[in-house]
């Protein structure tokens, strides 16, 4: 490992930078429709300062049906009704940058929405010229006894592909005999990458937005748009049944590399490319961010989101933390040289992270704690999800009925339909921990009943717990996760190392204790997170010199502690970072 100096550091805004990340339908209602809004986000724009983060990544706000809360976009270029005008959006961008807060719009241009104006034209008809911006295909034939979908008598989908979300991939349209592909919703087609006029108005719609100020994009699944050749050429129809052939496609570097140069390069923009699948290699990883790379400035990887799934979508594996361990080394240790890393715990996505990964009973404001004090000392740039700083937990829905989200309720509901489960009760702590809808009740401000959200009835239930863990509470309360995060935050601020220092991972098959050290020049860091309830021993391997260093605890989440980092006890879910110089 080579360890960097100060003077070779290679800076750059976003990689000081910490992210907090917005979903507007859950943020804040501001008109009682029970929606999360942007005059609501506007309404909390002090607080985002207050809590001293640098950039917000806005959820899809564009035009859109709602199928999958925004990923199904009905036109790139205006606001969804529900959510606003394009004169709201462009005054929360001024409020933003008056308070130095940087935005990143979601881009999804892997789909739009069945309703766009594209997709309306490309189903009329096999001649027009929209038919080649989606990607259809004739049914097979050659298949005897075919159950599975919707199509005319003995006619299957092209190929097996099952949807992310469940069901076939295809979907057969009756007007033109054909079926589209979708890998997300029904209601959400695939665009077809191929096709360079595809790519010239997703460009041109880049462009626009960049021109209204913004500071970069998250790039929704940006890893799918290239389709392997079976798909692309409109071979003949195939067997294939594994979705994973889609994945970082055959010509995906050379479309993100061409949005880079026609798009993105020279501007000073934050990009981060969602990278659907696991165990990407740091070839390919540095292929999208390293020097020599497509441009992007980071990715989302799945790795550690992926360790406790099991196969069905309300399987729950065991994980453990030297498993955990390793996925982060990897990518600490991948991109060091070349490439950043991005730092996520959970997203909209997700369950909510001190459920997941920490503990959201007894050590709930410990184990935030320790997360955040994770995720704010690891190399790379830190998302932070909103309700995150209020160490907000998952959320049990207590019926099927309760539960908004396509990718729970399309699965469960064609399990129940098929007889695989009988009720709603067998599947339902799966859930609890699984569902995306954890991460998407109401963001708690208040103990109100309906946590200070809406006025109105909220679209989605807001978790009981909002009675103790709110942003009012947490304001009032200094030793509250909110005050740590912000002290984080800070932090990371004023000490280069935080953001650039080398990582150099500490007994690696340790099962309750994470620690590293972060190194920059003469300056060190020494990070220990105790994932447990006990109390557990810690010892400095040798090869760790500390001899007449000068030692003190720059942040913790139980106060004090000793200053003899040679041995030492931590208390349950405890962590600190000592200063060593
Ligand atoms: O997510 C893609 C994605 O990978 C998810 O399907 C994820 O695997 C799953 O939700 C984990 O349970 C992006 C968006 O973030 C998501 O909200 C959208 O539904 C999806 O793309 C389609 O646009």
């Not at 766009?116 to 096999?126: A, G, I, N």
């Not at 190399?379 to 998952?394: A, D, H, I, S």
């Not at 339902?428 to 109100?448: C, I, Y």
Request: proline letters at 4%; one cysteine or more.
């Amino acid at each position: 490992m080579t360890s960097h100096a100060e003077d070779e550091i290679d800076r750059a805004w976003w990689k000081e930078a910490v992210v907090y990340q917005i979903y507007p339908r859950s943020f804040n209602d501001s008109d009682g429709d029970g929606v999360g809004d942007i005059p609501g986000i506007i309404e909390k724009l002090d607080y985002l300062a207050d809590l001293g983060v640098d950039v917000v990544w806005l959820n899809p706000v564009y035009e859109s049906p709602n199928a999958d809360n925004g990923y199904d976009i009905a036109d790139y270029r205006a606001i969804m009704d529900e959510f606003g005008t394009m004169a709201d959006w462009e005054e929360l961008l001024a409020g933003l940058h008056e308070r130095d807060i940087k935005l990143i719009m979601d881009l999804v241009v892997n789909h739009t929405s069945d309703e766009h104006e594209w997709f309306r034209r490309s189903r009329e008809s096999k001649e027009n010229e929209y038919r080649d911006y989606y990607v259809w295909r004739r049914g097979r034939t050659d298949v005897d006894g075919w159950t599975g979908h919707k199509g005319p008598e003995g006619e299957a989908p092209p190929n097996e592909w099952e949807s992310f979300f469940g069901g076939p991939a295809w979907e057969y349209d009756e007007r033109t005999g054909e079926w589209y592909l979708h890998l997300f919703d029904v209601k959400q087609p695939d665009l077809n990458w191929e096709n360079p006029d595809v790519r010239d108005d997703v460009f041109e719609m880049m462009e626009w937005w960049l021109e209204k100020g913004i500071d970069g994009f998250r790039m929704d699944v940006i890893n799918l748009v290239s389709k392997p050749p079976s798909v692309a050429a409109n071979d003949p129809p195939t067997n294939e049944s594994d979705l994973g052939a889609t994945i970082d496609g055959p010509r995906i570097h050379e479309y993100v590399r061409e949005m880079n140069d026609r798009v993105l390069a020279g501007r000073d923009l934050l990009t981060v490319g969602e990278m659907i699948g696991s165990g990407m290699s740091m070839e390919e990883a540095t292929a999208y961010v390293g020097e020599d790379g497509d441009g992007l400035s980071m990715l989302f990887h799945f790795e550690h989101v992926l360790l406790d799934r099991g196969e069905r979508f309300w399987d729950v594996a065991d994980w453990n933390l030297t498993d955990l361990k390793g996925v982060f080394s990897k990518w600490q240790y991948g991109l060091s040289d070349d490439g950043w890393n991005s730092l996520y715990l959970n997203n909209h996505d997700q369950p909510r992270m001190v459920s997941r990964f920490g503990d959201d009973g007894e050590y709930r404001r410990e184990s935030a704690k320790l997360l955040g004090t994770l995720l704010h000392t690891l190399r790379g740039t830190p998302y932070v999800y909103q309700g995150e700083e209020l160490g907000m937990t998952n959320c049990r829905f207590e019926s099927l009925d309760e539960y908004r989200d396509v990718e729970t309720l399309n699965p469960v509901r064609s399990a129940l339909d098929g007889g695989e489960i009988e009720s709603f009760e067998e599947v339902k702590e799966g859930l609890w921990a699984n569902s995306r809808d954890n991460a998407r009740t109401p963001m708690q401000w208040t103990d109100g009943e309906r946590a200070g959200f809406t006025d109105g009835e909220p679209w989605i239930k807001a978790n009981p717990n909002c009675r103790e863990i709110n942003v009012e509470a947490a304001r009032a309360d200094e030793d509250s996760v909110w005050h740590y995060y912000r002290d984080l935050i800070d932090l990371r601020k004023e000490h280069d190392v935080i953001v650039y220092g080398d990582y150099d991972l500490l007994l690696p098959e340790h099962e309750e204790i994470w620690a590293y050290v972060r190194t920059l020049g003469d300056e060190r860091l020494l990070v220990t997170l105790n994932f447990s309830g006990e109390e557990t021993p810690f010892e400095l391997p040798d090869r760790i010199d500390v001899d007449g260093a000068t030692v003190e605890l720059l942040v913790g989440n139980y106060g004090d502690a000793e200053t003899n980092v040679e041995s030492f006890v931590l208390r349950p879910w405890e962590a600190r970072v000592y200063r060593v110089t």
